[in-house]
């Protein structure tokens, strides 16, 4: 009971944080003791870590009454996170009804409408009146949006929509046909997040309704869903550049620590990859030492175009929208800003060591270095996590580190290549 206490004055998403905080014998303590409507609020916002550990131990049928407050697409969302086995298992805890709306939005890619929508809405046949309308809405479950009231036609067509204020205030004996609203916006299933954060801008609605290829009602997606799915857009990019998770303050401290290390393991091999390099050139760096002062600004361009490109890239991906056509004339745009950039930092560079040691030569090595690097490093940014989204990965596991560590190795390649190959023209 005490170990509870805390947990019932605070809000959904700060009792997940101090959920989180736990040690795993004090998380299967809660869950056993606490009511239902707690662990289901605690489920439903828990981070991915916290959940698989916790479900992977825990018998599902034990939480069953908790299963069964969370919403379908809440539900969904947590199986999704979870071990092939250990989900299979949550879903056939629950009951048929509930398992079977969980198994339809599975189907969906978690990125789109039909993957952010949830089944629990308010729907009437358009043939009704007004009071057999408020009839079904007071004997159905509940709903995510109870303010709209979605008409659909003998075959389950979207037909309009009618506020429920219009319901109340309308006539019993008026047919709810005659006061829905016909010119209803929709999303098709498939529409990918961009679209839908467009649309929620566009109206200002706080639920916009999915329907699939025949125009049948299957959901809707809250304005919240929508917001959620934002964030967690840019937590992934964040993650993907940066290496650190937006709520590591909430973790402790080795767990904090083992979620780096992979990122600085990538950067430590990378920086004796760039070492092994230089040691390979030792004799060109010692002959002509300006090299070594320059080396710096090369790398750095190279690692901060790369940034820039990964960022830019990462948070369309993940977004998603658009065609292949539209996604290709993208990344060809990127590259070429890359083109672009690497051009203009190439002729500054080679200006200022031309100013500075007054030989044009070293200074057209340095410039053309840093050209080339720059360029590929563009390039780099785009195509790794292209090509990681092309085969189903995650494009934001492993894009940043990659790009930094492949761009210094480029880099140096054609730095003290170029200086070695050019050796005797430079003196």
């Known amino acids: 009971a005490e170990i509870l206490e805390p947990f019932h004055a605070l809000s959904p998403v700060r009792r997940a944080e101090l959920f989180i905080q736990l040690h795993a014998d004090e998380q299967k303590a809660i869950v056993s003791k606490a009511p239902p409507p707690l662990v289901a609020s605690i489920l439903a916002d828990c981070d991915s870590a916290s959940l698989e550990d916790l479900l992977t131990q825990t018998d599902p049928t034990s939480i069953t009454a908790a299963l069964r407050l969370i ?23 629950v009951d048929g009804v509930l398992r079977a709306d969980v198994r339809k939005l599975m189907t969906f890619d978690p990125k789109t409408a039909g993957g952010l929508m949830t089944t629990r809405y308010l729907s009437v046949p358009e043939v009704v009146t007004v009071e057999r309308a408020l009839e079904i809405i007071r004997s159905a479950g509940r709903a995510d949006t109870p303010s709209y009231i979605y008409i ?7 037909s309009g929509v009618a506020p429920l204020r219009s ?13 829905m609203v016909k010119a209803v916006t929709r999303l098709r299933a498939s529409a990918p997040l961009e679209e839908i954060v467009r649309m929620f801008q566009e109206y200002h609605y706080v ?8 125009d049948r009602l299957i959901g809707i997606v809250p304005l919240y869903a929508m917001k959620e799915a934002q964030q967690q857009g840019q937590e992934q990019v964040l993650r993907g550049i940066t290496g650190i998770d937006p709520k590591e303050r909430l973790k402790q401290t080795l767990v904090a620590t083992r979620g780096r290390i992979p990122w600085i393991t990538v950067t430590i091999l990378g920086g004796l990859g760039c070492a092994l390099i230089a040691g390979f050139f030792e004799h060109t760096l010692q002959t002509m030492v300006v090299l070594g002062i320059f080396m710096p600004i090369v790398l750095a361009l190279g690692e901060s175009i790369g940034a820039q490109t990964t960022s830019v890239v990462l948070s369309t991906l993940v977004e998603g929208g658009g065609t292949k056509a539209e996604l290709t004339s993208f990344m060809v745009k990127e590259v070429l800003v890359g083109v672009l950039v690497a051009i203009y930092s190439g002729i500054v560079v080679a200006a200022s060591s031309l100013l500075w040691h007054g030989n044009p030569r070293i200074g057209l090595l340095i410039g053309g270095a840093v050209l080339i690097s720059v360029a590929w490093a563009a390039f780099l940014a785009v195509v790794i996590p292209g090509t990681l989204k092309r085969f189903q990965a995650n494009p934001a596991i492993a894009s940043g580190p990659l790009v930094l560590a492949l761009a210094d190795f480029s880099t140096l390649l054609v730095y003290f290549g170029g200086a070695t190959f050019f050796m005797r023209w430079l003196k």
């Open 207 to 214: 639920a916009l309704p999915v329907v699939d290829e025949k």
């Open 71 to 93: 919403p379908p697409d809440a539900l969904a969302d947590i199986v999704l996170r979870l071990p092939a086995e250990t989900a299979e298992k949550i879903i056939n805890a």
């Open 167 to 179: 319901l109340l205030m309308a006539r019993p004996q008026d047919s709810v046909h005659s006061i």
């Open 152 to 158: 659909v036609d003998a075959q389950g067509r979207l």
